[in-house]
């Protein structure tokens, strides 16, 4: 089992900055990509970023591109998300998500485990 544990949430006033961490442990898995999610009341969850084991592919969604930047320290088992520039819309349960995948893809079913969320609320 991996249990995932996210913090850095809260509320941050519009094109203010968050830096959300997902820290590891477990038994996880040394060449896995890692993911960040959210959902918004009355939303599905949806991709925001993801990462390879190695940081050299990092896809994100269109409405982060720019503002957001995954990154990750594997020596400390945990993923890092800066978040600039937020806006309103950004508000969200923020989750992070793992598994065997080695690619990150960015369709929630792909990864097996995930942290219990983080709230971020941006006020405007």
């Known amino acids: 089992q991996v249990q995932l544990v996210e913090s850095g949430g809260g509320l941050v006033q519009a094109v203010g900055s968050l830096r959300l961490s997902c820290a590891a442990s477990?038994?996880?898995?040394?060449?896995?990509?890692m993911g960040w999610f959210r959902q918004a009341p009355g939303k599905e969850r949806e991709f925001v970023a993801a990462?390879?084991?190695?940081?050299?592919?990092?896809p994100y969604a269109d409405s982060v591109k720019g503002r957001f930047t995954i990154s990750r320290d594997n020596a400390k088992n945990t993923v890092y998300l800066q978040m600039n520039s937020l806006k309103p819309e950004d508000t969200a349960v923020y989750y992070c998500?793992?598994?065997?995948?080695?690619?990150?893809?960015?369709?929630?079913?792909?990864?097996?485990?995930w942290g219990q969320g983080t709230q971020v609320t941006v006020s405007s």
């Open positions: 998500a793992t598994g065997t995948v080695t690619y990150p893809t960015s369709i929630a079913t792909t990864y097996h485990y």
């Open positions: 477990g038994r996880t898995f040394s060449t896995a990509a």
């Open positions: 990462i390879t084991w190695d940081g050299t592919i990092t």
